[in-house]
Every structure is written in structure tokens, then in C-alpha cells.
């Protein structure tokens, strides 16, 4: 009886190898976020750089897109309806947020759909108008996931995830109740980060709002948490803390091995950073449209590596 048992053993041995080295030999799969906020709108200020990121994420095709309602209002004039509806399924979250999931994608792993309610029409003006514009849904994100489903799926160390947030930024204020980045307070945003940090668990959150470094980003998380590292690398487009010259949608670079949108450079981050600042990486941080612009030619990306607090300006290639 020993023999068969043992045999038995090394087989379970075996295939548990196997299975070991196809989950780290396997090609990761990766979790595209975006989320978007605007509540001042364009014709305020005088600028559509954040209407303009958002289609150019939709033009694109990232699986998951959060965004505002008063956001979305601005966004209509430029989607073709028809096209638009064949793809994308739109939720109202009942936070403050709408949910446009991609219908050639799963929904998003721990995402209690159940939730919210879907949209039928998000072009109707009508139906719209009941949506609930609630601005401190940071506070909520975290109630729309079943957090033990969504760490469970992502305990695959090839399932990694990308968060990308775009929205207004400001200078620096006298304090964090006054900060804007992302076009939320401070505060809620940093509330949000905790939240990918403790439980999320996100591999890369990509930043772009006028004013924040990667460095600005990790102060505020030590001031308000204390942290000095985070699980998740931090990726900007900026190395000074100065406003950002945008790319309009109808207009970004459409050259081939350029990216239209500084969400592509971090889906694509995500998937090929492996510790390593190569030039393969390089080049593809600066193909993006944002860095490939004359006005932004005195920035640099820079980005702190999960785990560490090391701040990297990373060169042009």
C-alpha cells in the first residue's frame, strides 16, 4: 500500500507544480479602471481637458469607467448615441457616480451590481434628471464591493489592477480641507486611496490632475495615514507642481506607437512594469499624448514604486 500512496503523493506534488508555474509563467490580466470627476464644467473655466480625457478613455475602450453625472451631461454632445448604446451598459450607482461597463468585458470582479439600477437610455434627459449628484461619494466607493470576492479573484498574482483618476487639481492651499485633486477634496481623495490600499489592493493608481506629483500624492497619504510606503505604485505625468497643457479627443496624437490618452500609458504600465525602469517602459510613458506635447516638455512623469518610498523622475528615452 505504500507504493500507490506515494506515487498518489508525487502526483498531487506534481500537478500542484504545475499549476504553481502556469499561474507565474501565465499572462497577467489586467483590471482597466477609470474614474472621472467635474463639477465646475467646462464653459466655467473655460476648459475641456476633463471631458476630453473621458472620451478619450471611452474612445478607447477601458472596461470599467466611473464618472459624475453633470460629466457625463458634457460628454453627450460628442458620443454618437447608437454606437455608444451598442457597447457600453451605463448603471447609476446610487452614490454619486455612474457605472459604464463595457459589454464585451466581465463585470467588475466584487462588484455588487445588484446595487444599482441600469440605465436605458443615459441620453435621455429625463431620465437623468432623477440621478443623484452626490459629491462625497469617495466616502462610498467602498460599498459597491463584496471585498472578499474581489480579493479573492485578485490573490492571482497575474490578475493585476489599474486605477486611473483624472479631474481638476489646485495649487497647494493652507489646508487639506481646501486641497482639490481629482476634483474632489483632499481628504475624500486620500479616504478613497486608503480604501485601494487596505482592501482593493490595487498593483498601479495613475494620476493626472494639474498640481499633483506622484510626491504631492504620497505626502498627503503620510500626513492624513501615516503611511510611508503603499502597496500600489503611484504614476503622474508630472514632476513640478505646475498646471497641464491637454490634448482635445478630436485632436490627440493618432500615430502609430503613440498612446491618445494617459490612461493607455498606465493599463499598459500595469501589465509590463515588472520592478524594472527599462527603456521599453520609458518609451512607453512618454508616447502618451500628454508628455508628447511642446507645452509639457519641461515635465517628466515621476512615480513611487509599491512598497517603497523612493521617488523616481523618470528620463525620456
Known sequence: MKKPIFITLALILSGLILIKQFILNGQSSITEICIFSDYVGSEA???TAIVEETLKSISVECNHIFLNKMLWNECINDLNKDAFKSIWNVYDTHIGLLYLQHRHAPLLPGM??????IINDPFDASQMSV??????WAKLFETLFDIGTWQQYHSNPNNRICIYMNGHGMARMDSYDYDIVCGINAKEFAH?????NKELRINLLGVQSCYWTAARISELMKDLYGYTTLRFSILTPLSSEEGLWLDTAH???KKEGYKSCFFECCADFTEQYNHQMTDEIKKLVYSTDTLSLELNKNQNATMIAGGTNELVTIARA
Open 45 to 47: 473655466i473655460g476648459s
Open 112 to 117: 455588487q451590481i445588484d446595487k444599482c439600477t
Open 131 to 136: 440621478i443623484n449628484e452626490n459629491k462625497e
Open 192 to 196: 478613497l486611496l486608503n480604501f485601494f
Open 251 to 253: 485632436n490627440y496624437i
